[in-house]
């Protein structure tokens, strides 16, 4: 059993950054994968961006390239995800997610692929 705890949520105006972090109580097996995932009210969960363990490929959703960066620190066990120009639709509750096995990168969007997930962290971004 992993337990996943995000932190690092907070309100921001557009334009802005958030770095989250998640912490794991556990390392993943060499074959895991870790990922964000956010929800809005009155939408479904969305894949954000996952990456393996070992490191390799990554996932993003086209709606957050080129401004969001996973990233992750296996000595410590935590995930991170900095968010910079932050913009109003990105206001959602953010997910920790982790998984075992082996997974094509292109699947590290799907949550369906995730075992472990954490409570969430909101996050809120003002015009």
């Known amino acids: 059993q992993v337990q996943l705890v995000e932190s690092g949520g907070g309100s921001v105006q557009a334009g802005g950054s958030l770095r989250l972090s998640c912490a794991a109580s556990?390392?993943?097996?060499?074959?895991?994968?870790m990922g964000w995932f956010r929800q809005a009210p009155g939408k479904q969960r969305e894949g954000v961006s996952g990456?393996?363990?070992?490191?390799?490929?990554?996932y993003y959703a086209d709606s957050v390239k080129g401004r969001f960066t996973i990233s992750q620190d296996n000595a410590a066990n935590t995930l991170y995800l900095q968010m910079n120009s932050l913009k109003p639709e990105d206001t959602a509750m953010y997910y920790c997610?982790?998984?075992?096995?082996?997974?094509?990168?292109?699947?590290?969007?799907?949550?369906?692929?995730?075992?472990?997930w954490g409570q969430g962290t909101q996050v809120t971004v003002s015009p």
């Open positions: 556990a390392y993943l097996r060499s074959n895991g994968f």
């Open positions: 997610a982790a998984g075992v096995g082996g997974k094509p990168w292109t699947r590290l969007g799907l949550a369906s692929e995730y075992t472990y």
């Open positions: 990456i393996f363990t070992l490191g390799g490929g990554t």
